[in-house]
């Protein structure tokens, strides 16, 4: 089993940045895409990005491409989600996920990932 915990959000005006961070325990990150999803009021879960702790890539939806950025602490089994120049769309409860490597799964998914953290919330204020 794995444990998530995620951490960072808050309240911000549009323009700004934060950093939300996972906490992860009972198991190592190295062997796990880990990916962030976001879900605002009334709508679904998305897919936000996804790090593929193997070769360190990342991919990101188009929505936050350019502004958004995962990285990894693999000593401290952290993953962190770096945003910038937010906005009011990217008002939501963030996820962070851990999906098996090499498992052949859609990461772009909710169902690829076996692990989910309780969410924080992120409000961007105009």
């Known amino acids: 089993q794995m444990q998530l915990v995620e951490s960072g959000g808050a309240l911000v005006q549009a323009g700004g940045s934060l950093r939300l961070s996972c906490a992860a325990s009972g198991r190592s990150i190295s062997n796990y895409g880990m990916g962030w999803f976001r879900q605002a009021p009334g709508k679904d879960r998305v897919f936000v990005g996804v790090l593929r702790t193997s070769d360190s890539t990342a991919t990101y939806a188009n929505s936050v491409k350019g502004r958004f950025t995962i990285s990894r602490d693999n000593a401290e089994n952290m993953v962190y989600l770096q945003m910038n120049s937010l906005n009011t769309e990217d008002t939501a409860v963030y996820y962070c996920?851990?999906?098996?490597?090499?498992?052949?799964?859609?990461?772009?998914?909710?169902?690829?990932?076996?692990?989910w953290g309780q969410g924080t919330q992120v409000t961007v204020s105009s």
């Open positions: 996920a851990a999906a098996p490597l090499y498992s052949g799964r859609n990461y772009y998914s909710t169902g690829a990932y076996d692990y």
